[in-house]
Structure formats: C-alpha cells, structure tokens
T-cell receptor, first 113, second 114 residues
Framework: DAKTTQPPSMDCAEGRAANLPCNHS???????VYWYRQIHSQGPQYIIH???NNETNEMASLIITEDRKSSTLILPHATLRDTAVYYC??????????????FGTGTRLQVTL | NAGVMQNPRHLVRRRGQEARLRCSPM?????VYWYRQLPEEGLKFMVY????????ESGMPKERFSAEFPKEGPSILRIQQVVRGDSAAYFC????????????FGEGSWLTVV
C-alpha cells in the first residue's frame, strides 16, 4: 500500500472547520483513501473513504485532488469530542492480502474552546 | 465501533501464563483482523483471518502468538507464556467479506502482564 504523510499535530477552535491534510503521492489507480480516528483509549472509528471523487457523510467531507496525490478531511464544525488522532490510510483492494489497513502515525487534532 | 465485541476488556496475567482474547465480529461479517497497540505507539497489524483460514499473518510474532477463527464461535488471539512486553491494547476488527468493504473496529482488550 502507498505510504501517507500527515502533520503530527494540529489545533482547531471549537465550532470552526478542521481541515486535515494527507499526502499520498505514490497512490496507484486501485487504491482508496480511508480516514479513521482514534479517540484516547478507544478503538479506531471509521470516518469516510473515497477513490477519486469528493465524498461527504454525516461525519465529514473528503476532498481528493484531481491527481489523487493528496486529500483533505474536513470536519465542518469541530467539537471537543473530535479531539483524537486522525489516520489517513491508502488501502489497496482486489487482492485478499492487500485488504488490511496499515496505520501510520496520524495527526493528533486538539480542539480547543 | 458498534457491533464488534471484544472480551475481556481488561486482562491481567502473570509472566508465563496464557492470555486468550476473544472477538465476535459484527453480524454478517466473515473477515476478522487483529491489531496491537503498544503504549504510546501506533496500531500494528498482526493477522487477518476468514472463517477457518488464516489469510495474512505477516504481523504475528513468530513464537507464542496464534490466532484462529473457527466455523462457529468467536475469533481467538492466544498468547502463550506472556512477557511484560506483551502488555498492550489488542484491537479486533471485522468486515463483511470482500476487499471493498469497510473495516470496523472493536473497543479493544487491554492486556497487562505483571
């Protein structure tokens, strides 16, 4: 799976949008971009995923650049409960052994009052 | 995280004992994954199983660790002769059964070796 690069930490004021970037310059055509988060002492929580089109769900929006070499996760109105480590993961599909998730170090998002 | 059930949530073992961690996947899921998270470290893949088959065990330590996912019942991660370095959070995840499916995680089992 392609490697990803994320900033180690970010701050965001409560109520503002949190924009978390991710670089995945070596992504290949059959690889999806997944985002998970891990709140302290909890299991990773799925947020969203996409291939090449922008995606939105009740939790967040995912913006993928046209060349697919980077993406941004957007939490439109961050709350204190969004404080967590956010992981951007590129996941290769179509082969059984490639379907696992490989976690990097993620971005530690701190939402403040 | 709803649906993937792990137990026990917390387990204390003395050095040399065995630890068994159980994972019941979400209803309808036939793929199970185990991850380990050492204190203050990231999540590391251990093993990926389908019913009665180990698909990828590239992250499993060569000794003392084993995993199974029988036809009936939960998946079991077994650690024999535990050492202090095995103290960690062990997360199980499941997915429905194709490579395109989203993987959902449980809340984890915290193993402490004393």
């Amino acid at each position: 799976d392609a490697k990803t690069t994320q900033p180690p930490s970010m701050d965001c004021a409560e109520g503002r949008a949190a924009n978390l970037p991710c670089n995945h310059s070596t992504i290949s055509g059959n690889e999806y971009v997944y985002w998970y988060r891990q709140i302290h002492s909890q299991g990773p929580q799925y947020i969203i995923h996409g291939l090449k089109n922008n995606e939105t769900n009740e939790m967040a929006s995912l913006i993928i650049t046209e060349d697919r070499k980077s993406s941004t996760l957007i939490l439109p109105h961050a709350t204190l409960r969004d404080t967590a480590v956010y992981y951007c993961i590129v996941r290769g599909l179509n082969t059984g052994t490639a379907s696992k998730l490989t976690f990097g170090t993620g971005t530690r998002l701190q939402v403040t009052l | 995280n709803a649906g993937v059930m792990q137990n026990p949530r917390h387990l204390v073992r003395r050095r040399g004992q065995e630890a068994r961690l159980r994972c019941s996947p979400m209803k309808g899921h036939s793929h199970v994954y185990w991850y380990r998270q050492l204190p203050e470290e990231g999540l590391k893949f251990m093993v990926y199983l389908q019913k009665e088959n180990i698909i990828d065990e590239s992250g499993m330590p060569k000794e003392r660790f084993s995993a199974e996912f029988p036809k009936e019942g939960p998946s079991i991660l077994r650690i024999q002769q535990v050492v202090r370095g095995d103290s960690a959070a062990y997360f199980c995840a499941s997915s429905p059964g194709t490579d395109r499916d989203t993987i959902y995680f449980g809340e984890g089992s915290w193993l402490t070796v004393v």
